[in-house]
């Protein structure tokens, strides 16, 4: 099984021994989502003693204080890494009031040129921002051969289509397991086989609420989302270890 947006930089899991919980629950892959600089050199740092462990590159769009040219250089130096499968979580973020949407707008068009440089998918952040998320990929469709992907996706089976249009996969976490996760459920109903994905979002979304969330859930998620599409937990597992193959080929 494949958890493939998780954080663990700053977030006081206890490791070895978490991480052998996690492989131990049949977890054979990680993706560690950057947010900041920082956290990916930290990623980078795990993923060279933890066999299974993947990270991206990536300035969250509610992190862009600092962000620049140097921010920029410094992720193409690191995406260098073998264990590098991506960039992300970048995108845009309007749920505050204050938001700066222009920064965010220009960042996460900058990232996506960095991501087109670097021949890597893009792992895509995007909260209360749908109209303008689609108008970027739009306007930068063809620098987007690499694909990219909706971590959390949390817009509806109504919008759905337009992102699969520009070619993008989806990822599904722990909210599909709340008992009032109807637009949720309705997202991985619509959704091709093809172009589904599991993350857990960790330590956030835990599928047990008031819980801190780990990969250990990636086979609650799982078996969750085989339910809601009506195949065998082994039909869901098999489409996902191909999804994540394809949309990220560095996975070894």
């Given at each position: 099984?494949?958890?493939?947006?998780?954080?663990?930089?700053?977030?006081?899991?206890?490791?070895?021994?978490?991480?052998?919980?996690?492989?131990?629950?049949?977890?054979?892959?990680?993706?560690?989502?950057?947010?900041?600089?920082?956290?990916?050199?930290?990623?980078?740092?795990?993923?060279?003693?933890?066999?299974?462990?993947?990270?991206?590159?990536?300035?969250?769009?509610?992190?862009?204080?600092?962000?620049?040219?140097?921010?920029?250089?410094?992720?193409?130096?690191?995406?260098?890494?073998?264990?590098?499968?991506?960039?992300?979580?970048?995108?845009?973020?309007?749920?505050?009031?204050?938001?700066?949407?222009?920064?965010?707008?220009?960042?996460?068009?900058?990232?996506?040129?960095?991501?087109?440089?670097?021949?890597?998918?893009?792992?895509?952040?995007?909260r209360d921002a749908c109209a303008d998320t689609l108008a970027i990929l739009r306007e930068h469709y063809g620098k987007l051969p690499h694909g990219f992907l909706m971590h959390c996706y949390s817009y509806g089976a109504?919008?759905?289509?337009?992102?699969?249009?520009?070619?993008?996969?989806?990822?599904?976490?722990?909210?599909?397991?709340?008992?009032?996760?109807?637009?949720?459920?309705?997202?991985?109903?619509?959704?091709?086989?093809?172009?589904?994905?599991?993350?857990?979002?960790?330590?956030?979304?835990?599928?047990?609420?008031?819980?801190?969330?780990?990969?250990?859930?990636?086979?609650?998620?799982?078996?969750?989302?085989?339910?809601?599409?009506?195949?065998?937990?082994?039909?869901?597992?098999?489409?996902?270890?191909?999804?994540?193959?394809?949309?990220?080929?560095?996975?070894?």
């Open positions: 099984m494949i958890d493939v947006h998780a954080h663990f930089a700053g977030e006081n899991y206890k490791f070895p021994a978490e991480w052998e919980q996690i492989l131990g629950m049949g977890v054979q892959k990680v993706i560690l989502a950057a947010d900041t600089v920082e956290h990916a050199k930290w990623h980078r740092g795990f993923c060279k003693e933890h066999g299974g462990a993947y990270f991206t590159v990536g300035v969250h769009p509610s992190e862009l204080q600092g962000f620049g040219n140097q921010a920029v250089e410094t992720m193409e130096e690191m995406a260098a890494d073998k264990t590098c499968v991506a960039v992300g979580e970048i995108g845009l973020d309007y749920h505050y009031p204050d938001t700066d949407k222009p920064s965010q707008q220009r960042a996460f068009g900058l990232q996506l040129e960095m991501a087109e440089r670097l021949s890597l998918p893009v792992q895509i952040h995007s109504e919008n759905l289509p337009d992102f699969l249009e520009l070619g993008g996969y989806f990822s599904f976490g722990g909210v599909v397991c709340f008992k009032n996760a109807r637009r949720a459920v309705e997202a991985v109903q619509a959704c091709p086989m093809e172009k589904i994905l599991s993350e857990t979002d960790s330590p956030y979304l835990s599928p047990f609420r008031g819980e801190k969330n780990s990969p250990q859930n990636i086979p609650v998620i799982v078996e969750k989302l085989a339910e809601i599409k009506g195949v065998s937990l082994f039909e869901m597992m098999e489409a996902i270890r191909k999804n994540a193959k394809r949309l990220f080929p560095k996975l070894s």
